[in-house]
């Protein structure tokens, strides 16, 4: 009953302020101890207090990580944070974790801005699980968010906390190696590869269509891209038989999006339904070196055995 009052109080004590009003401007409000909130609750705090002293500006991500580890493991006062914050503004504003504190971040928080695309690398190996849907733009997997060994990705507006799923990616030699390669203006650019062998397009990242042959393609070092093609590309060092071997497509905005598939691992089948209908042949299908998904239909897909 306490933190539901508490709640209550919080969502009337939180108000804002027009910067030309003559009204004395009322600080954001929390309990001392923030423990009490839910972690929804500490993030607003936090970020209003943050917006207050910085004049409109958005805390970085892994300082608000950083704060809500220490609200639940050394019980970081509301004050506190309070101080912390205006210690960090003080400098030149970028903020930087305690290099003799021990902390080890267990989770991490990434953030599309202004909608855009976004890499945030995690500290953990394995896949990435969403645990706190911090955006009011809904963050569903493989349309707005994803995840690979040692990264995860955000798109269109989606803001989340993610941790470790405790699953990792099917075996201990990760073999994938992913880039991105973008046509910037729609003029033609290489992309060196990271490792030799062969690279696939597995995520279109741009609006414009990337086709092999057409608006990407390949040499013996280089991805190339153009016509405003913007693509993640994978590689498996030249060895194209693993059992790990996946592609994820996804069709955003119920359009019809295709993804190359690598003719040597066979036909594909979805091995993990992401978000949509996904039934074959209607919202998604196969042709010779090519997944097509629509409808909403996203999915990972992998080699049939």
């Known amino acids: 009953m306490y933190r539901t009052f508490t709640a209550v109080l919080l969502a009337i004590l939180i108000v804002s302020f027009s910067p030309n009003s003559t009204a004395q401007t009322t600080r954001a409000y929390a309990p001392e101890n923030l423990s009490q909130l839910s972690v929804a609750d500490q993030i607003r705090?936090?970020?209003?207090?943050?917006?207050?002293?910085?004049?409109g500006r958005e805390i970085p991500d892994d300082q608000l990580d950083f704060y809500l580890d220490q609200i639940k493991y050394s019980r970081w006062t509301f004050s506190r944070i309070k101080s912390d914050?205006?210690?960090?503004?003080?400098?030149?504003?970028?903020?930087?974790?305690?290099s003799n504190g021990g902390w080890k971040p267990v989770s991490v928080i990434c953030?599309?801005?202004?909608?855009r695309y976004n890499e945030c690398r995690t500290h953990f190996r394995g896949r990435a699980r969403?645990?706190?849907?911090?955006?009011?733009t809904r963050c569903i997997e493989g349309q707005s968010w994803g995840s690979r060994q040692g990264m995860v990705w955000v798109d269109n507006g989606c803001r989340a906390r993610f941790i470790d799923s405790g699953n990792g990616w099917g075996g201990g030699d990760w073999n994938n190696r992913t880039f991105t390669c973008e046509s910037s203006g729609n003029r033609y650019r290489e992309c060196r590869k990271p490792y030799s062998g062969n690279a696939t397009l597995t995520r279109q990242l741009s609006g414009t269509r990337c086709v092999l042959g057409r608006?990407?393609?390949?040499k013996s070092n280089e991805v190339w891209v153009s016509g405003g093609c913007r693509g993640e590309f994978s590689m498996r060092d030249g060895n194209w038989g693993g059992s790990n071997y996946s592609v994820t497509c996804s069709s955003f905005s119920n359009r019809t999006q295709t993804c190359a598939w690598n003719l040597r691992e066979g036909t594909p089948v979805i091995i993990d339904h992401l978000a949509g209908r996904c039934q074959q042949n209607r919202d998604w299908g196969y042709s010779r070196g090519s997944i097509w998904v629509k409808n909403g239909c996203s999915a990972r897909f992998g080699a049939r055995r």
């Open 111 to 115: 953030s599309s801005r202004d909608r």
């Open 45 to 55: 705090v936090i970020d209003r207090e943050y917006s207050e002293q910085s004049r």
């Open 130 to 136: 969403l645990v706190e849907n911090i955006s009011s």
């Open 215 to 218: 608006t990407w393609g390949q």
């Open 85 to 98: 914050i205006s210690t960090s503004l003080g400098g030149n504003g970028n903020w930087r974790p305690p």
